[in-house]
């Protein structure tokens, strides 16, 4: 078993660092925020996830995970460091790697008083080349040291699913690594000898790029889906869900993802494919695949709008309730949540925006305070003119025609595709795709 250090303790390093304890290793999560460390020492994760409180208390009891805001001491104490920090979009689409950049050198720093062959993993998600153009003289600057000599380094992307992170992390379905050399491979691979998942092996870039192909071609699949019910509204009479398990059954394209909705959001789709479209960009190519990706996502919260108008005309003065703020069903997270553009084009339109979601009101106000939140899905109808259902929380399932009740007028846009229709009756019902 390895000594491990995990830099960077938000939802992709936190996540792994307990996961590596719980196989076994001796892990320290390091971060520079102190109230997060304080927070995580005392067992409370930082943000929501299904199972994760209960592994962080098994894995701090269990003695095999420490904090600290102490990166320098960590990363010179492990045999392998994780570089698991954010690099959030800039304007123009293009990643800022700064807090990368901040983070290997201070790992650099404590790799100076190391005496032993230690290796660097990237995590972050990265377009290719940034290992060996940031990451790598960062290091090799900060500590005197040489990559492919007396440390190795390894881009090691993270495929985990908000909601299903830690069985993503203990149970992946591939295992990717990218290595400067052999010897940074090996290294790597022995972290996850436990593991029985598929293994690939590849130079940097191509692991960096995998990462970035990956969700690309996802997007890729929704907003398919989102096109097909589009398509299947403007021909009426067919039901996308049907048309996709038609499509699914063909092993050459299989059914998952493609759930039609008002789009995709969360930390990383939108994020990742405008990063991929900047970088070919700044490369002189255009990608109009992933340009079309990116409109259609940003056009599709509008169709619950233009579903809306159908039944009520002008939305102006009009009381709409939003069910579902999150990004998707299951999570707080309310980055890039397609309620967010959904709420301010109602607002644009006069309309009075009233929220509900399980998890994530308080972080929706901040995003949008001119929307209301409500405490439960009753308050948040009451008096409502139209509700449109945003996401996939499962409890929307269980709603009936009396939970409409308080309605003014029981408009009701499923955008998700997800009410059960048979007990909606005397409700005025529209379904995005038919
Ligand atoms: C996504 C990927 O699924 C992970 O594999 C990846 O590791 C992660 O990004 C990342 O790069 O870190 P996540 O953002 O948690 O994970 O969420 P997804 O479940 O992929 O959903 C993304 C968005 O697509 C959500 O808004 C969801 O509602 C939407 N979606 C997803 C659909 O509209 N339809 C679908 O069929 C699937």
């Not at 698991?84 to 790992?107: E, F, Q, W």
């Amino acid at each position: 078993m390895s000594r491990l250090c995990v830099v960077g303790t938000g939802h992709v390093g936190l996540v792994y660092g307990v996961a590596f304890a719980l196989a076994g290793h001796s892990v320290v999560g390091v971060d520079v925020n102190a109230t997060a460390i304080r927070t995580l020492q005392k067992g409370k994760p930082t943000f929501f996830e299904p199972g994760l409180e209960a592994a962080l208390k098994r894995a701090l009891k269990s003695k095999k995970v420490t904090f600290s805001e102490d990166i320098r001491a960590g990363a010179r104490d492990a045999a392998v460091v994780f570089l698991c920090v954010g690099t959030p979009s800039r304007p123009d689409g293009s990643i800022n790697t700064s807090y990368l950049k901040d983070a290997a050198a201070t790992v650099g720093e404590g790799m100076r008083a190391a005496s032993r062959y230690q290796v660097i993993a990237v995590k972050s998600t990265v377009i290719p080349g940034t290992t060996e153009g940031v990451v790598r003289p960062a290091l090799e600057k900060a500590s005197g040291k040489a990559a492919g000599q007396h440390f190795g380094l390894c881009v090691n992307p993270e495929f985990l699913r908000e909601g299903s992170a830690l069985e993503d992390a203990t149970k992946p379905d591939r295992i990717v690594i990218g290595a400067l050399d052999s010897r940074s491979a090996r290294a790597l691979r022995a972290v996850y000898r436990g593991q029985r998942s598929p293994r690939l092996a590849t130079d940097l870039r191509t692991s960096e790029m995998i990462k970035y192909a990956t969700n690309a071609f996802l997007a890729t699949k929704v907003s398919f889906a989102n096109e097909l019910a589009n398509l299947c509204d403007a021909f009426g009479g067919i039901n996308v869900d049907a048309v996709v398990e038609g499509m699914g059954l063909d092993p050459r394209i299989n059914p998952r993802f493609l759930k039609a909705g008002l789009g995709f959001g969360g930390s990383c789709f939108p994020k990742d494919v405008r990063a991929l479209a900047a970088a070919g960009r700044a490369r002189g190519y255009e990608s109009r695949l992933l340009r079309s990706v990116l409109e259609l996502n940003d056009r599709q919260p509008l169709r619950a709008i233009e579903l809306a108008e159908q039944a009520v005309g002008s939305l102006a003065g009009k009381r709409v309730a939003i069910l579902g703020l999150s990004f998707k069903g299951g999570s707080d997270d309310v980055r890039e949540s397609r309620a967010i553009p959904l709420a301010k084009a109602l607002l644009e339109r006069g309309a009075t925006v009233v929220g509900h979601d399980p998890e994530a009101n308080g972080a929706f106000r901040t995003e949008v305070p001119a929307v209301e939140t409500a405490p439960d899905v009753k308050s948040a109808l009451a008096r409502a003119d139209v509700c449109i259902v945003h996401n996939d929380w499962p409890q929307w399932r269980a709603l009936k025609a009396a939970d409409f009740s308080g309605m003014n007028r029981k408009v009701v846009v499923d955008g998700r595709r997800i009410l059960n229709r048979s007990a909606m009756k005397g409700v005025t019902l529209f379904v995005l795709g038919g």
